[in-house]
């Protein structure tokens, strides 16, 4: 599961606004857990999370926030479930003002995908000044 991530969607151009929104929603429950245990989970986020449909998210209310905190197939953290659904009211703002997340991403490196060339784990930086530009 984890090699067939790695070698077929990580790090791989993407146009498709509910694949981008997928990946925001999956780093967010990553946060201070193993990527492994959030792709065992990617299904219950599929389900839980109505196909990553961004209206649908950024409308849920409080009864369903509650509903999927209590599903076995998600991580539990209230708050990265409510991170989620603020993220979707996020990306429906982006895609009012720039058509699509896509263009919004793609915009900040002139469509261009950024090729790192480091040699070793030690030598990726935490964060870039275009990462935290974006995750503003």
């Known amino acids: 599961m984890y090699?067939?991530?790695?070698?077929n969607e990580w790090g791989r151009p993407c146009q498709d606004d509910r694949v981008?929104?997928?990946?925001?929603?999956?780093?967010?429950?990553?946060?201070?857990?193993?990527w492994?245990?959030?792709?065992?989970r990617r299904e219950?986020?599929?389900?839980?999370f109505d196909d990553y449909d961004l209206n649908s998210v950024a409308n849920f209310d409080e009864e369903k926030i509650l509903d999927?905190?209590?599903?076995?197939n998600v991580i539990k953290h209230e708050g990265k479930i409510r991170a989620a659904v603020g993220n979707a009211q996020a990306a429906i703002q982006i895609c009012e003002e720039q058509g699509s997340?896509?263009?919004y991403f793609?915009?900040?490196?002139?469509?261009?995908?950024i090729q790192g060339n480091r040699k070793h784990l030690k030598d990726v930086p935490a964060q870039t000044q275009l990462s935290s530009l974006i995750a503003k």
């Open 3 to 7: 090699q067939d991530y790695h070698d």
């Open 106 to 113: 793609w915009n900040h490196v002139d469509g261009l995908a």
């Open 20 to 34: 981008l929104f997928e990946f925001i929603l999956l780093e967010g429950a990553q946060a201070g857990l193993s």
């Open 68 to 72: 999927i905190k209590a599903n076995g």
């Open 36 to 40: 492994l245990t959030i792709l065992r």
């Open 44 to 48: 219950g986020y599929r389900e839980a």
């Open 101 to 103: 997340l896509a263009n």
